[in-house]
């Protein structure tokens, strides 16, 4: 999303074999960010740790004004994996405010 586009030969497009796409490529005119950035994590559980969870904007249009922390990774340890008692889902939350820009 934040370049443009995803070529046809993308490691995503096969990274689980039973869903494998071929032949595919994706282009878009916008420029796009991660209003969260990109963080280490967004899903933690004991067999996978990474981040999947982003809230895309358009640059020319909006502007990140302030972002919630996202929680230390020995927070996310301490319960071996989301949900636990602390965090009650599979996914933390990706807060962030934005504003429009004026033009």
């Not at 990109?38 to 004991?46: E, G, H, S």
């Not at 996310?76 to 429009?100: E, G, Q, R, T």
Request: proline fraction near 7%; charged fraction near 25%.
């Amino acid at each position: 999303m934040r370049e443009g586009s995803i070529e046809e030969n993308h490691a995503d497009w096969s990274s689980c074999v039973e869903e494998e796409i071929s032949g595919l490529s994706i282009k878009h005119p916008f420029r796009m960010d991660s209003g969260c950035g990109t963080p280490k994590y967004t899903n933690y559980t004991i067999g996978f740790q990474d981040c999947l969870d982003y809230i895309f904007y358009q640059k020319d249009e909006l502007a990140v004004t302030h972002v919630v922390p996202f929680p230390p990774e020995e927070d996310l340890k301490k319960y071996k994996a989301i949900p636990n008692v602390i965090f009650p889902s599979d996914h933390l939350a990706s807060i962030c405010d934005m504003k429009w820009i004026e033009k």
